[in-house]
């Protein structure tokens, strides 16, 4: 190891103590798993009368989340409240299946985010509640596979994200540095860019928002 980084990760570890020994709790990390949904419009197409009538309908999935993350308080804010930085990374299997007819297709998304969000806690007793804003950069791997009367086409692209975040929840302190924790994450893209054979890159800022809710368990320091 490089003396630039062995002198990163002493200063790493010596701000990171410094700070939690200056606020109410101390640093902690937090594994939590959860499902993250979304809720999305999409249009079916009919032909009548030689017209095309294009029909809406909403669907909303769920899919398995892992999360982890690391806890850094900074100062007190008054009795009950202190101020503090978590960052934070999820992520996220989404595969789908089809057969009809002659048609088969399957696709899969393993979706990253990396997240950074000032909180503000309040603290009551064993008790913690919570609520943070911030951002994530998240990137998508996305592989479509599909068959039709032999003819095989595979397809991958890439998606690249960012997105503003709002995070709200509790804790509830049952040991000594131990603290079971349940909240709920919101993700709203502000940027997005797509790539994939055909298509250098692509962005827009209207994607579904999404929202992930969770529970887990944090260990302190």
């Known amino acids: 190891m490089s003396l630039f980084k062995k002198s990163f990760l002493f200063l790493f570890f010596i701000t990171f103590y410094v700070f939690a020994a200056s606020a109410k709790d101390s640093a902690g990390i937090t594994i939590q798993v959860g499902a993250i949904g979304s809720e999305q419009t999409s249009y079916s197409y009919s032909t009548l009368s030689g017209g095309t009538i294009s029909m809406p309908y909403t669907k909303t999935t769920f899919n398995p989340d892992f999360y982890f993350g690391i806890g850094i308080p900074v100062c007190d804010i008054g009795e009950i409240c202190f101020f503090g930085f978590d960052f934070g990374y999820n992520c996220s299997l989404k595969y789908s299946y089809s057969s009809f007819s002659t048609l088969q297709s399957k696709s899969s998304a393993f979706s990253h985010k990396i997240s950074f969000m000032p909180e503000f806690t309040f603290v009551k007793s064993n008790f913690r509640f919570f609520v943070g804003t911030g951002f994530a950069f998240g990137f998508e791997p996305y592989q479509y596979e599909g068959s039709s009367l032999g003819v095989k086409t595979i397809n991958?692209?890439?998606?690249?994200k960012i997105f503003w975040t709002f995070e709200t929840g509790v804790k509830y302190k049952f040991g000594k540095h131990l603290f079971a924790v349940a909240d709920i994450t919101f993700f709203a893209a502000a940027?997005?860019?797509?790539?994939?054979?055909?298509?250098?890159?692509?962005?827009?800022?209207?994607?579904?928002?999404?929202?992930?809710?969770?529970?887990?368990l944090e260990v302190q320091f």
């Open 156 to 160: 991958e692209s890439n998606t690249f």
């Open 191 to 216: 940027f997005e860019a797509y790539n994939d054979d055909d298509f250098k890159s692509r962005t827009s800022g209207g994607s579904t928002m999404e929202f992930l809710p969770k529970i887990g």
